[in-house]
């Protein structure tokens, strides 16, 4: 069933109060819900003489047990129920609602909903969970006050916690104990929680602005304690930074973040009770990687800041998702610039959107930023509705500038507080606080597709002019044939023949208006042209990727390497050196397909030379630059990804880079590795970014193969304090050819971290990723490990998505076994937990990229599913809307 944003209407009842009270056993729990509801008067204009409409409740797998209006308790024939509502007719404008249900948490492996990860409750209601929790409307526009009474065992579940503040709580008959919570800020059901276990806690305390005092509390299991100082830190850091950027101040006296291990996604926002994935809280320095300790930090932030863009101001509905979502990943990604360095923090999310969500775009599940149609919701949590959201709310902060944008944000939450709103009222907002029209930057809501901008230059010597003419086009995605044209802020400079900038002066403009400018293109054609230009400059365009859309102008290999380094653009200057990349490795990849031999351009291996040298770059930048491509952005930017071509283009560069700058590699990988030594692992930028060139220099060094390189992978292995080191070199001992290194190594690691799920996970990743031969096999022996399940979302994604996603070559094995791996798979999840299912999915909808052999391949597995048997709505609408 098709579910459309343009069907959308009021709720035609209000849920003005929600009591719930629930009791949780081994082997069921029981909940009880009152609900104080009311007509919505929005709907109630022509009511008097027709009489009331139905009330219908949403609920699903709910075993209804009693059920009273107003104190008069309803029989059979008062209601009807189905497989997923329950209808009845109210006689009163206002009255109360009475239910018990009982549900089963025990057996419950679709995690949402209430279920037990591990020992403990917790919930999951986003974006649909609550519904089978108990009957209810379920929807975003209903927003009510919670209170919540858990009853448990006493010595099972020491802890009972729910949204909002505790109001009181004490012992029962037979060894039970319960605790009731007052949540007073109207929320809709998606943002309720409960969470019953045995936990312990780590308490700070923040003081907000207004010099109000905060109990910060972050739950995990009793052997996970030692790993939560990150995260209060990261928590402390995003309460600030929201109170000095967006002046958000929070808003009850506690909040509290629970760590669970069976999670599907990273996090989730709850009023005051925000439930995590535990790998998107717990990091110390010997089990967590930098990049996790980085994870921690964003997401934690992400989900504080949920409190305000999500929580305080929510969605209408669901096809406003990106309103909160598309929001606060921006404001997590400039929280993370502002902690880090911002430059590398731009250049890890343009690789991700690139790679990633430009390839959604290409795909059969494209749709917009605020979708107009989907099956099931769950779907819809998308790298577009995310990462592509957040790109339309950076253009925006571009086009009115940190000012501006900070006037818009204010109005949209004074305007909106307490409110379940749209896309259109959050730039409405951004409109009337600036005084600008925005109506046709809004297409970048409504029209999918990722879109192209072909820039062509000249350079008219006598009158000094130089011209830019940008070609915007944006294909066809699925139902939507011809799209009109973006509003595309670009940001740009121009280069002398030095490599300094030059002013910009637009002709028409009486002055110039200094280096570097924003240009908002919005015309399908259009030319733009800078009078006083002395020389022919090279452009320096699009300038920390300032809009999402696939840009071409013909660079040499030469600029690029002049761009390289003298763009004052640090993003520009990774570009150069992706694109002159991406020329020399499809340069190799046509010569792998014609069996030539593969000789790779020395102004690559030049270029990273200069970098290696310049003691005085940011190593995170040097480490960025050093940095391929990667294959999955190589099949992405691809006509027809030739697999195979791709892995030996890149394999050959890494290889011949490694030798090439063996020395200076050696010399870098010594310098910071002693330095790793001496200071031990400080978790800071700067050491971070020594410690990611450091790796980046191993994994050169180690594709010499010389004994050597081994030599000190092993040394770093066996001798350092904290995961990173030791990752990488596992890592870089995996995709090595020293066969007895290698299975040392796996073995002592596993054995060292058997009782640490995270770290597991990392080891399986790892191996899962190896591009050697054999791929395949060694997953579906991994399979077997006693530390491996199904059931546990980390750990699929760990093996089976790591396999599908990161190890093409092995995936897209010419006889189609990767691919039937995965589909069985995917059937075996189906039944077990849908949306995981449905994710992993993912990689047999890309077929459309490949040989026609390889197409038939996927789409039989597609087929084959389709036919497996009963499909969730999940896993149906990827798998039809793939083949259509
Ligand atoms: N709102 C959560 C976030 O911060 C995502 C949770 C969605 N979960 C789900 N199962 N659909 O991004
Ligand atoms: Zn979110």
Redesign the pocket.
């Known amino acids: 069933k098709v579910i459309y944003l343009k069907d959308y209407q009021a709720p035609e009842y209000l849920i003005d109060e929600t009591n719930l009270t629930f009791e949780l056993y081994e082997d069921h729990s029981l909940v009880h819900a009152q609900l104080v509801i009311r007509r919505n008067p929005e709907r109630a204009a022509g009511d008097s003489g027709a009489g009331l409409p139905p009330l219908v409740l949403d609920g699903q797998q709910l075993e209804l047990l009693s059920l009273a209006m107003d104190d008069r308790v309803l029989g059979e024939g008062d209601y009807q129920l189905d497989d997923s509502h329950l209808t009845l007719q109210p006689v009163s404008s206002q009255f109360t609602l009475d239910s018990t249900v009982r549900i089963h948490p025990e057996s419950n492996t679709a995690l ?1 909903g209430l279920y037990k990860s591990g020992t403990m409750f917790c919930t ?1 209601c ?2 649909e ?1 609550f519904r089978k929790i108990t009957y209810y409307l379920d929807r975003p526009d209903v927003m009510s006050t919670f209170t919540t009474t858990i009853t448990a065992e006493q010595h099972r579940y020491p802890v009972l916690l729910s949204n909002g503040n505790p109001m009181a709580s004490g012992a029962e008959e037979g060894g039970r104990h319960w605790a009731t919570w007052q949540d007073p800020f109207k929320k809709p059901a998606y943002l309720f929680a409960l969470v019953a276990g045995d936990l312990w806690c780590v308490e700070d305390t923040f003081t907000t602005m207004n010099q109000r005092e905060v109990a910060l509390r972050i739950y995990v299991e009793p052997e996970n304690i030692d790993k939560v100082q990150h995260a209060m830190d990261s928590l402390k850091k995003s309460m600030r930074w929201d109170e000095e950027v967006y002046g958000r101040e929070y808003d009850l006296d506690i909040f509290m973040i629970v760590a669970v291990n069976d999670f ?6 709850n009023k005051g009770l925000n439930i995590f994935n535990s790998s998107c809280v717990l990091a110390k320095a010997e089990t967590a990687t930098d990049a996790a300790h980085q994870r921690v930090e964003a997401v934690v932030a ?2 504080y800041f ?1 409190n305000w863009s ?1 929580n305080r101001v929510t969605c209408r509905d669901w096809f406003q998702l990106s309103l ?2 598309g929001f ?1 990943v921006f404001r997590d990604a400039e929280f993370s610039a502002d902690m880090n360095s911002r430059t590398v923090k731009r250049i890890e999310d343009v690789a991700f959107l690139r790679t990633n969500q430009f390839a959604e775009d290409a795909g059969p599940m494209a749709h917009p930023v605020r979708p107009d149609s989907f099956m099931e919701i ?1 779907n819809f ?1 998308t790298l577009t509705v ?1 990462e592509k959201g957040a790109e339309v709310v950076r253009m925006i902060h571009t086009l009115l500038g940190a000012e501006g944008f900070r006037k818009g944000t204010d109005l949209y939450f004074e305007r909106h507080d307490g409110q379940a709103v749209t896309c259109d009222d959050f730039v409405k907002a951004m409109e009337d606080a600036n005084g600008v029209e925005l109506t046709q930057f809004k297409r970048w809501y409504s029209q999918s597709g990722t879109p192209r901008l072909q820039v062509e230059e000249s350079y008219d010597a006598q009158a000094k002019t130089y011209s830019l003419t940008f070609r915007q086009s944006c294909p066809a995605t699925p139902g939507q044939k011809e799209k009109a044209p973006f509003v595309i802020p670009l940001a740009l400079g121009l280069l002398d023949g030095k490599g300094n900038e030059l002013p910009l002066r637009l002709q028409g403009e009486g002055a110039a208006q200094g280096v570097g400018r924003v240009l908002a293109l919005t015309e399908a054609e259009q030319c733009f042209t800078f009078v006083d230009i002395p020389e022919r400059p090279l452009p320096s365009l699009l300038r920390g990727f300032s809009a999402p859309v696939k840009l071409s102008f013909p660079y040499s290999r030469d600029q690029l390497m002049f761009l390289m380094q003298h763009d004052s653009d640090g993003f520009n200057r990774w570009e150069a050196g992706q694109q002159l990349s991406v020329q020399v490795l499809q340069e190799l990849i046509a010569q792998h397909q014609k069996g030539e031999p593969l000789v790779l351009d020395s102004r690559l291996v030049k270029a990273f030379d200069t970098l290696l040298g310049d003691e005085s770059l940011d190593q995170a930048m040097v480490a960025e630059m050093l940095s391929l491509p990667s294959e999955a952005y190589l099949t992405e930017i691809s006509e027809v990804a030739d697999v195979e071509a791709i892995h030996a283009a890149r394999e050959f560069a890494r290889v011949t880079i490694g030798e090439a700058l063996y020395q200076p590699l050696l010399a870098r990988y010594r310098a910071n590795r002693a330095l790793s030594r001496e200071t031990g692992y400080i978790a800071e930028a700067a050491h971070i970014a020594r410690r990611t060139l450091q790796n980046i220099a191993l994994s050169y060094l180690m594709q010499s193969g010389k004994a050597e390189a081994l030599e000190a992978c092993l040394e770093q292995f066996n001798d350092c304090d904290n995961m990173t080191e030791r990752l990488s070199a596992l890592a870089v001992l995996v995709n090595s050819a020293f066969e007895q290194a290698k299975a040392d190594a796996l073995q002592r690691f596993a054995e060292y971290f058997k009782d640490d799920p995270l770290v597991m996970d990392q080891w399986f990743s790892v191996q899962a990723g190896c591009g050697l031969p054999g791929g395949l096999e060694r997953v579906q022996e991994l399979m077997k490990h006693p530390a491996f399940t199904l059931k546990n979302p980390n750990k699929v994604r760990a093996l089976i998505g790591a396999f599908a996603n990161q190890n093409l070559v092995n995936f897209h094995r010419a006889d189609g076994a990767g691919y039937r791996f995965l589909a069985d798979h995917v059937i075996a999840l189906n039944a077990l937990n849908p ?1 995981i299912a449905s994710r992993q999915l993912t990689p047999l909808t890309r077929w459309r990229k490949y040989d026609t052999s390889r197409q038939q391949l996927m789409k039989a597995e597609l087929e084959r599913i389709l036919a497996s048997g009963e499909l969730s709505s999940d896993v149906y609408e990827i798998v039809s809307k793939s083949l259509a």
Do not use: F, I
Not at 264 to 269: I, L, Q, S
């Open positions: 949402e999951q986003e974006a969970g599907n996604m990273g996090a989730m926002e992400h989900e949920h999500g909160k979502e606060t769950s949590y995310y949306q």
